[in-house]
């Protein structure tokens, strides 16, 4: 059984980068895809984008301009980086992994609340 | 950008039927994925692929979708299932996910 965890600074000044990391255990992350979606305070769910293990990346169009992630297999990690932050990047942050077959997120991190202030 | 369109909220007493509906122009296409958040906790998926159930979801969850609209319907709704419920899809293209805004079922 996979678990995620999320990390990284949780606290960005505005116009700075925020960069997270999700590292996986229990399983690869080879041949995979990899989500970060995040929830602000009082809005709803957002897609941010996805990494495969081979490097593929999807992302979302209003973030594209700022917006990468990467995967580093030797770390089984998968990362983001938002770079020019504000205060409406606050929010809870979740990596989550697709399901091999199915395309749903099966897997998810406990998330990570970063504030940009 | 794509949307999808929720209603913000539900409210059902229980052992009633709660609807939520999600349109959006792609969705003769593409299929619905439905998520289930409860405070604080991560999302949890309830409906893949329009109407399949993963194992371990109650079976008075189900899904379907025609035309533009995809519905989630709770057949006896528990008090547990009270939490924030958001569709999920793409657009045409694939390229673009988005999740609904999402509809706050209350059952009481």
């Known amino acids: 059984q996979v678990q995620l965890r999320e990390s990284g600074p949780r606290l960005v000044k505005p116009s700075e980068t925020l960069s997270l990391t999700c590292t996986a255990s229990?399983?690869?992350?080879?041949?995979?895809?990899w989500n970060w979606i995040r929830k602000s305070p009082g809005k709803g769910l957002e897609w941010l984008g996805f990494i495969h293990s081979s490097g593929v990346a999807n992302y979302s169009p209003s973030l594209r301009s700022r917006l990468s992630m990467s995967a580093d297999t030797s770390k089984n990690q998968v990362s983001l980086n938002l770079t020019s932050a504000t205060v409406a990047d606050t929010a809870v942050y979740y990596c989550a992994r697709d399901h091999p077959t199915s395309g749903y997120f099966d897997h998810w991190g406990q998330g990570i609340l970063v504030t940009v202030s | 950008s794509y949307e999808l369109t929720q209603p913000p909220s539900v409210s059902v007493s229980p052992g009633q039927t709660a609807t939520i509906t999600c349109s959006g122009d792609a969705l003769p296409k593409k299929f619905a994925y439905w998520y289930q958040q409860k405070s604080l906790q991560a999302p949890m998926v309830v409906i893949y692929?329009?109407?399949k159930r993963p194992s371990g979801i109650p079976e008075r969850f189900s899904g379907s979708s025609s035309g533009t609209m995809a519905t989630l319907t709770i057949t006896g709704a528990q008090v547990e299932d009270e939490a924030e419920y958001f569709c999920?899809?793409?657009?045409?293209?694939?390229?673009?996910?988005?999740f609904g805004g999402g509809t706050k079922l209350t059952v009481l």
């Open positions: 999920y899809s793409t657009d045409v293209s694939g390229k673009d996910s988005v």
């Open positions: 229990g399983d690869s992350i080879n041949n995979y895809y």
């Open positions: 692929e329009d109407n």
